[in-house]
Structure formats: C-alpha cells, structure tokens
C-alpha cells in the first residue's frame, strides 16, 4: 500500500483559543498554506489518494476536508487519530474497516505522526516529526517495519514564499 502521513496545518495557538481543545481550529494561514501545500504536491504528481482518514479534533478534521477537496477524496473521521495514535491503536481500529485503502492518507497529530512513521519503518527511536501540513510517503505492508520510507516534506519545501 501507499501511505501518507499528513500533520494539521497550522491552528491557533492554545493560549489565544478559549474554546476546548478538540474544536480548536486551523488558523486563516493554516488553510491556507494547507491548500496550497497539497495543490504542489499533487501538480507534482507525487500525491494521490483513494481516502482520507482523519483524528476528530477540529484543526486534524480541517486540514483532511482541505486535503479531501483538492485531491478528491472521501474524508472519514476515526477515533484512534486522536491525540495519542498508535500503530498499535490503528492497527485494531482499522481491522473493522475491512481491507485498507492501496492509497491512503491518514491524518493526524504530532507526536503522534513521527512516532507512527517512525513505527511502520521500523526506526521507532528515530526523527520523523513532520512541520504543520508536512507529509511523508510510505510504501509496503502497514506493520512494524514492514513500510518504507519515500519522501518526507515541509510546507517550505513545496511552496515559494
């Protein structure tokens, strides 16, 4: 399969937010270097997807809609991408959900994000942690080790600012 990681695009920051955590939302900026971001990726040709896996929490479900839209694609909320994801947790999560999508795109929250990427190539020690909108693509089997590690990127690594 292809898997690609997706950390939330920029989100107001905690102390400025009033409301609670889970519906604190992507910044006007956020969106849109979100978007524009995606629209790179996907005019290089490098990103395509069959679905869009989301956390619940409003800034992840944000930046999914926006990804869904510009690479149409369905976007489906699931719990375990909450904060505090695990392989361990996906894996158990995703067993319901019958096979897994060849193109997928999950999106989430960091440290979580890193910690999975780190997880599926069996470096669970290492670095992977994605900037706000950085994606990382991985090919092979969605099992400890059993991925490998294609590109990693950063917003400031697609857009001309």
Do not use: N
Not at 34 to 44: D, P, S, V, W, Y
Not at 131 to 155: N, R, S
Request: proline share 6%; hydrophobic share 45%; charged share 30%.
């Amino acid at each position: 399969m292809q898997l690609y990681v997706l950390r939330h695009g920029i989100a107001w920051e905690t102390r400025d937010w009033s409301g609670d955590e889970a519906s604190r939302p992507l910044t006007e900026e956020g969106k849109e270097r979100t978007e524009a971001a995606l629209k790179a990726l996907r005019g290089a040709k490098r990103l395509r997807v069959d679905a869009i896996w989301s956390s619940p929490l409003a800034r992840a479900l944000q930046t999914a809609e926006i990804a869904g839209k510009v690479l149409d694609a369905p976007v489906t909320v699931v719990d375990a991408l909450a904060c505090g994801a695990s392989l361990r947790g996906l894996q158990a999560s995703f067993r319901g959900r019958g096979p897994l999508p060849e193109r997928l795109m999950l999106v989430g929250h960091e440290p979580d994000c890193g910690a999975l990427v780190g997880a599926l190539v069996g470096d669970p020690d290492g670095e992977y942690a994605l900037k706000k909108a950085g994606v990382a693509a991985l090919k092979g089997d969605f099992e400890p080790g059993g991925m490998a590690l294609k590109w990693k990127v950063a917003p400031k690594d697609v857009l001309k600012d």
